[in-house]
């Protein structure tokens, strides 16, 4: 046997028990969810039901909410959240500054904490009788408490914040490691040049960082089309559901109401669809090699 058949042996031999692992508990799975998704009726009385589910879902006042909710979270969330981890990246980057790691490691923190956690200590920052509300009175702001959780604007725009404080840090060591991966003397010709910090970023570290900041684009899309603990943990989908996610809507018809996982497979392929649609779109448009 030639040596470069014995390499290709070898390397089919680490891959193969990985690659039947994920086919047993990923695309086994996800083949077993997409015919079930055809069906209708309680667990121990299936039947098939054609495009019924799908149908539906276009029908369903609560579903259409929590799409939209998804996306308007999305569309608002995601690039303040990059734009914010680019800028904090670009700043902790600069090899003068001091304690940097010190910076670095209290704004990726909030990543590192439990969901469950994080969402308490949000619910009581913008309780009636919270943190924030106890500020704005003292400043003579508003006269009582405000209940943030409680309105669909105030209780979307929580979830929002939430979301950008928890992810940007995850987002910065993505931007930060690639930053490392550029030349300092790059910014130093640049620098020599007569280029301005605001062009330095724009004309060298932006391009330079495109494949990263796609990376963490699709990723972050990705996660939050599937957004769950935020509106499960904070508001409960509420105010009357103003606030629910897909994700969450899917655990309810699932779990929380009579269940019917025919629907909630349905509701799941939607976003698988909406997921592979989006990252296509996303590597067409950032990726420009030829």
Known sequence: MSLSKRHNLTGWAFLTPATLMIAA????????????????GKANDLRFGGIDNYVRMFKDKVFMTSLGNTFFYLIIQVP???ILALILAQMLNNKNLRFKGLFRTAIFLPCATSLVSYAIIFRSLFGVDGFINSVLIKLGILNTGYNFLGNAG????????ALIWRWTGYNMVFYLSGLQNIEYSVYEAAKIDGASPLQTFFKITV?????????????????????????????????SNAT???SHYIYNVS????PNFGYAAAMSFLIFILVAILAFIQMKVGDKRD
């Open 25 to 40: 508990m990923s695309f086994w799975p996800m083949i077993q969810a997409f015919i079930l998704s055809f069906q209708k």
């Open 80 to 82: 303040i959240m990059l």
């Open 154 to 161: 105030s209780a979307k725009a929580v979830i929002i914040i």
């Open 207 to 239: 391009p330079l960082l495109k494949p990263t900041i796609l990376l963490t684009a699709i990723m972050s899309t990705n996660g939050t089309l599937q957004l769950f603990d935020e509106s499960f943990n904070l508001t409960k989908g509420g105010p």
């Open 244 to 246: 629910i996610t897909m």
């Open 255 to 258: 779990f929380k109401y009579v």
